[in-house]
């Protein structure tokens, strides 16, 4: 079967950047003066989203406490706020149960940790393991009957650390999210490495793989976004990932793609229980994969994610 994850990250920037133009719009000329934010805020967030190539579908939900550090309205200092939120992941082959910590000191920089208990449940022939990074874990050949590739159920942690830092000049922003991933399984046999469908790689189980997502993106005054986005995938592998016939170079990583990516936001309306309905698109081509740039998968395949996110408040005191 195809893998069920969606992996897709609305980042902050695009509602901190977004609201102030949309607000200039609604009232036709300058935004006014941002008020001071509540000093406690209990929020939610909720992502809905489909991926194809892998396929993929999930829904991620976030329910947390900020607090407010400065009693300032200026942009780069307004949301600032330390948080804990209750970070479930729900699809139909995991459900990932956990919290995250995040920290941010100024708008142009967020960091985060958060710690996961991970179900696997056995479906669509997950989880899929192994003892080396040199074995075949393509499409085809995890879908194929005549092989091995059995689905098994289990459990396990998972950590990450994440950092995300923008620059805007004008309309134009830059924004970087670096993501660390340790995770350790329960695994079968013995094995050393499973498929991690959120990041399309074989990772090191006990081990550590990275994320690098890139967006330069244009922020119109009437809620539109649009840009290019380029994400990279490594794993870190090591000597005891392969068998001792294999050639320990790193054949499955990195991972590269690129390509357009587009957001609506339909308002922002602060403080409200329902907020920031976006509608987000990105497509991405392959331009390094071990199995999707032609020995699997055509490489003039794209890689796609069509997603809806909506936040809001639930209660706050100033």
């Known amino acids: ?27 036709g000329t300058q935004p006014p003066e941002p008020e001071v934010l509540p000093r406690h805020r209990l929020v939610y967030s909720n992502l809905l989203a489909f991926r194809y190539n892998p396929l993929g579908l999930e829904d991620r939900i976030s329910l947390g406490y900020r607090f407010r550090l400065y009693n300032d309205s200026n942009l780069l200092w307004r949301d600032a706020h330390i948080g804990l939120a209750f970070t479930p992941t729900i699809n139909p082959a995991t459900t990932r149960i ?44 995890i879908e194929n009957p005549e092989q091995d590739y059995q689905g098994y159920s289990t459990t396990g942690q998972e950590a990450q650390f994440r950092a995300q830092a923008v620059g805007k000049v004008g309309p134009v922003v830059l924004r970087n999210d670096l993501i660390f991933f340790y995770g350790n399984l329960d695994l079968k046999g013995g094995d050393s490495l499973y498929y991690h469908s959120s990041l399309d790689a074989l990772v090191p189980n006990s081990g550590w793989a990275l994320t690098n997502d890139s967006d330069l993106v244009y922020l119109s005054d009437f809620g539109l976004i649009v840009g290019v986005r380029n994400s990279v995938v490594h794993a870190f592998y090591k000597d005891e990932h392969y068998g001792p016939s294999d050639d320990t170079e790193n054949i499955n990583t990195p991972t590269v793609r690129v390509g357009p990516l ?41 890689y796609l994610v069509l997603g809806f996110r909506f936040d809001g408040d639930i209660w706050h005191r100033r």
């Open 98 to 141: 956990g919290g995250t910590l995040t920290v941010k000191p100024i708008a142009v920089l967020s960091l985060s940790a958060g710690y996961y208990f991970v179900a696997w449940h056995g479906t669509f022939d997950y989880l899929y393991s192994t003892d080396s990074a040199t074995d075949d874990f393509s499409d085809s050949a």
């Open 262 to 302: 587009a957001a609506y936001v339909f308002y922002d309306r602060p403080s409200s229980w329902f907020n920031r309905p976006t509608l987000v698109l990105i497509v991405n081509w392959w331009l390094k994969h071990r199995f999707r740039t032609g020995d699997d998968v055509n490489q003039g395949i794209p």
């Open 1 to 27: 079967m195809h893998r069920f994850w969606a992996h897709l990250l609305i980042n902050s920037w695009v509602f901190l950047f977004a609201a102030g133009a949309i607000a200039q719009t609604q009232a």
